[in-house]
């Protein structure tokens, strides 16, 4: 069974830039869900869409978006990048059902130059 | 508001010692409580979940955690660790449409 996939794996942009990251999830799964992740923060929640619909949204800016696909994947977009993007941009992808655990890719790493 | 804390954000510890790192939450739902491994260059993965049922769960390579509910404390613990254990470890919390996740304890394992 594949795992979670995430392309591309790095990226470097300059700011005031936007960036689309995609993630594909585990067959089956209809749950994605996306987290950055910085040193010292940890990982910090970005959204989460079942079925086409976002279900929850973290506290990050509107220039961070995503939507996600009949086929389950899903993309993250962030326009007018900031230096402070700069992070590890995780997907996890799961049943959405409830007493389930997510699954991870291995990220986007995003560079912010 | 919903959390989780990690006390000990740098661990390190020789070959054979024993490990417990601290995880505390707070949520007012039904808890689902997860410990993750990041392991240098890898994706992260679960190492032990609780849904339920028996408070101590076994996970992989020789892990296990305990569910406290009255201190709210899923603490991870391993009796001899290994060198290969040099990783991040994130404890989570299930909440609504979301994990929640600590800052992580970054364990080094000296040979």
């Known amino acids: 069974k594949a795992g979670v996939t995430q392309t591309p794996r790095y990226l470097i942009k300059t700011r005031g830039q936007q960036v689309t990251l995609s993630c594909s999830p585990i067959?089956?799964?209809?749950?994605v869900s996306w987290y950055q992740q910085t040193p010292g923060q940890g990982l910090q929640f970005l959204f989460e869409?079942?079925?086409?619909?976002?279900?929850n949204k973290g506290n990050f800016p509107g220039r961070f978006s995503g939507r996600q696909f009949s086929n389950s994947r899903s993309e993250m977009n962030v326009s007018t990048l900031e230096l402070g993007d700069s992070a590890l941009y995780l997907c996890?992808?799961?049943?959405?059902?409830?007493?389930?655990?997510?699954?991870f890719g291995q990220g986007t790493r995003l560079t912010v130059v | 508001a919903q959390s989780v804390s990690q006390h000990n954000h740098h661990v390190i510890l020789s070959e054979a010692a024993s490990l417990e790192l601290g995880c505390n939450y707070s949520?007012?739902?039904?808890?689902?409580l997860f410990w993750y491994v990041q392991y240098p260059g890898q994706h992260l993965q679960l190492l032990l979940k609780?849904?339920?049922?028996?408070?101590l769960v076994k996970g992989i390579k020789g892990f296990e955690a305990e569910f406290i509910k009255s201190k709210f404390s899923f603490n991870l613990r391993k009796p001899s660790v290994q060198w290969s254990d040099t990783a991040e470890y994130f404890c989570?919390?299930?909440?609504?449409?979301?994990?929640?996740f600590g800052t992580g304890t970054r364990l080094k394992v000296l040979a």
């Open positions: 869409y079942f079925s086409e619909t976002q279900r």
């Open positions: 949520y007012g739902g039904t808890v689902n």
């Open positions: 067959s089956g799964h209809r749950s």
């Open positions: 996890a992808s799961s049943s959405g059902a409830g007493n389930t655990e997510a699954f």
């Open positions: 609780y849904f339920s049922g028996d408070p």
């Open positions: 989570a919390v299930r909440g609504t449409y979301k994990y929640i």
